[in-house]
C-alpha cells in the first residue's frame, strides 16, 4: 500500500499527483480528468474532502469547502471570465438559495 507522495494513472483517464495514506488518496492532490477538468486540493480516503478548487476547461472555477466529493459549505463559483456568479453555501453540489 503506497504511503507518501507519488502518481497514479487510471483507466478512465484521470491522473492524480499527491499525498497517499495506506493506498488511499489522502492530504493534498491534484487529479486531472480525462475531459481536462482539474480538482487541487484536499483529500480524504479517496474524496475530495476539505478545502479545494476545481477548474473546468472552458474556464469556469468553483474555490471552497467539499465533501465526499461534492461542493458542500461555503464556496465561490466563478464564470470563464473571472467574474463571481455564486458566493454562498452548498449542499451535496447545489448551492442552497432561500425559497
Known amino acids: 500500500m503506497p504511503n507518501g507522495f507519488g502518481k497514479a494513472t487510471y483507466a478512465d483517464g484521470r491522473v492524480y499527483e499527491g499525498n497517499f495514506v495506506d ?24 474524496k475530495a474532502e476539505g478545502q479545494g478548487e476545481m477548474r473546468y476547461p472552458a474556464g469556469e472555477r468553483f474555490t471552497g469547502e467539499w465533501k465526499n466529493d461534492n461542493l458542500h459549505g461555503f464556496g465561490v463559483y466563478y464564470d470563464s471570465k473571472g467574474k463571481e456568479l455564486y458566493r454562498g453555501q452548498w449542499k451535496s453540489g447545489e448551492p442552497v438559495t432561500s425559497p
Do not use: A, L, Q
Not at 25 to 30: E, L
Not at 38 to 46: A, K, S
Open 23 to 46: 493506498g488511499y488518496r489522502s492530504g493534498k492532490g491534484k487529479m486531472t480528468f480525462s475531459d481536462k477538468t482539474v480538482y487541487e486540493g484536499d483529500y480524504v480516503r479517496d
